[in-house]
């Protein structure tokens, strides 16, 4: 067991909002998943939204989710999967599997949301092989003004990371990615909602790749 994650009401509310999600949500789900084989570690499996779009290719799929009602909810859905999910209580910075035994690593809208996006990264990419892939989609701080300022006062101010369960939306993503070793072959950068009345926040979606 780790330390324990916490975010009851937040958890709630996502696992609600997940039980209907955008079809446009699900097309980048497939699109981050797709061409994959091996075995694979996933981050913050969340309520396993994932799980459903992993390809046949896949050997294994071991998904660490820290938040206990989460985790249920994942659990339940790995019994649904189309490839072996194992679903695992485990957090970021402290992940109990040896080095270089996994193909390759998934993040989804996660990143966002660890104490410390460093640490994570350090772990994922000695989880994974040489010349294994890190597929990451998350969502990123704005390049261009208002937005920009906009998601600076959001985070400086607390409310949404309380809010959103340590959700930070200022966050450069890539550029983490490539100061943790890897080398990032391909990235799309879009702008998506992922909530009917919330502003279209910066995205990215792409491949990296452990040297």
């Known amino acids: 067991m780790t330390e324990q994650v916490r975010n009851p009401m937040f958890a709630r509310i996502y696992a609600r909002m997940m039980e209907g999600e955008d079809p446009q949500q699900a097309e980048y789900r ?25 390809p046949p290719s896949v050997t294994q799929v071991v ?29 970021a910075d402290d992940l109990p599997f040896e080095d270089e035994s996994f193909d390759a690593a998934v993040v989804c809208l996660v990143l966002c949301t660890v104490p410390d996006q460093a640490g994570a990264l350090a772990e994922l990419q000695r989880l994974v092989r040489r010349s294994g892939q890190l597929r990451f989609y998350e969502h990123v701080h704005a390049h261009r003004q208002p937005m920009r300022a906009l998601l600076d006062l959001a985070d400086r101010s607390t409310l949404w990371p309380r809010l959103a369960g340590g959700c930070h939306v ?17 990235v799309r950068r879009f702008p998506y909602s992922p909530a009917r009345l919330a502003p279209p926040l910066p995205h990215v979606i792409g491949v990296a790749r452990r040297p």
């Open 30 to 54: 497939r699109e981050l998943l797709a061409g994959l084989s091996g075995r694979v570690f996933e981050l913050g499996a969340g309520t396993g939204a994932n799980f459903s779009h992993y």
């Open 170 to 186: 200022t966050r450069d993503t890539v550029p983490a990615i490539e100061r943790a070793g890897l080398t990032v072959e391909r």
């Open 63 to 91: 998904a660490a989710e820290p938040e206990s009602y989460l985790r249920e909810r994942a659990l339940a859905a790995a019994v649904e999967a189309p490839v072996p999910v194992e679903v695992v209580d485990a957090v």
